[in-house]
């Protein structure tokens, strides 16, 4: 039986860990040529391109010359997965300004940059997926994140300006909002937390991290990369300007 994305060419950012790197393998799982985006260790990742057989771009997405390069390099994208993203937590009237310019333009001026440049040829094609990672903070939010909220509502809105652009181009866009998501990161929050709440790791886990998660359960990284791998069907050929959300619940409520 035939993969799905067979011949199709998938660039992932923020890929070398993560949702994007689950992302990543979930497409690779079905035949599409990976392009691979971020940091890390070398080694590491040789290793994932050698696994999915992908290749690997290490351009800075706070330069825009660096995004065109890479967009050059990787050539037509069928499939353009806007993932990498950063956080900071500050008040606002304290909120760093070099913060500020960082978030915003790794998640909301990014996504711009290589959306613009993939859209003509996949017009061309007449056949193209936009996956933008969003998160539950483009529908609700919370303080302290003002940056990271402005840019994920900010995400959401260009998603759905592009899917009525490109409705009968045959080219979808759509954005996936995650909720708390399992990830080396987060777990790596956790002991400080222990630490500065005086909390067990169940009570982190449970109060703090889930404490807006009805399910009390993570987000697992195969679940986005198994939801981005179906908006990438034929069969989603009708499923754009959605922002589909996994997030336990979190924003339902």
Known sequence: MQMFLTGKRALITGSTSGIG??????????GAQVVLNGFGDADEIARLCD???????????LKVDEIEAMMAEAGPVDILVNNAGMQHVAPVEEFPLDRWEMIIGLNLS????????????????????????AS????????FKSAYCASKHGVDGFTKAVALELAQSGVTANCISPGYVWTPLVEGQIPDTMKARGMTEEQVKNEVLLAKQPTKRFVQVE?????AAFLCREEAGNVTGANWSIDGGWTAE
């Open 21 to 30: 790197l689950a992302i990543a393998r979930a497409l690779a799982a079905e």
């Open 51 to 61: 696994e999915l057989g992908a290749t690997h771009s290490g351009a800075n997405l």
């Open 110 to 133: 990014a996504v711009f940059h290589t959306t613009r440049i993939a859209v003509p040829g996949m017009k061309e094609k007449g056949w193209g997926r936009i996956i933008n990672t």
């Open 136 to 143: 539950a903070h483009s529908k609700t939010a919370s303080p």
């Open 223 to 227: 679940e986005v990369g198994a939801l």
